[in-house]
């Protein structure tokens, strides 16, 4: 397998990618959902504010992942995670999770010093993700599943609360994904 930074010339590829998984998953509609705010993210999210990471064996991609600039109040460099997928034949392998490392080691090399997702947190703790509250720092949406509010500090500093609300890139800058 593969890794290497996103480039526009794999995005009809990747976005397939998502639209196959999220449907397979969670049905058809939320596959176009996903689909379409991929689509969007890349097209209309800033090149310094957006790093995608792929997985590929023979040239196909077989999985990928996006972090877009967080602003947050303490003007912390921040990225949040979001979308990620894996195909449907290539789960449980460790694809997922070694993208994942891979992208956070990139980050750490640009001076990102805290990262965010939201998602299952038994998923995201194996990769260092701890649960959040949003006391602390909050998401830049309501949250359907607080539970998934997750973080971790790339530079071995403790994440402290922050006041005041943070701000995502307008693509996932939608209550629906959240």
Known sequence: MKFSLFNESKSQQVIDLFKRVFSASEGEAEGQVIADFVTNLIATTAPQDLMGCIAEENEMVAGCIFFSRLTVPSGKVAFI???????????????GQNLIQYGLDHLKSFNVTLVFTYGDPSYYSK????????????????????????????????????????????????????
């Open 81 to 95: 995670l979001s979308p990620v997928a894996v195909s449907t034949d290539d789960q449980s392998t460790g694809i």
């Open 127 to 178: 990769t260092g993700f701890e649960q959040i509250n949003e006391s602390v720092v909050q998401a830049p949406c309501p949250l359907s599943q607080p539970i998934g509010w997750l973080a971790q500090s790339l530079d071995g500093q403790v994440i402290q609360s922050m006041a005041g609300p943070t701000q995502c890139v307008e693509a996932l800058n939608n209550p629906e994904l959240w």
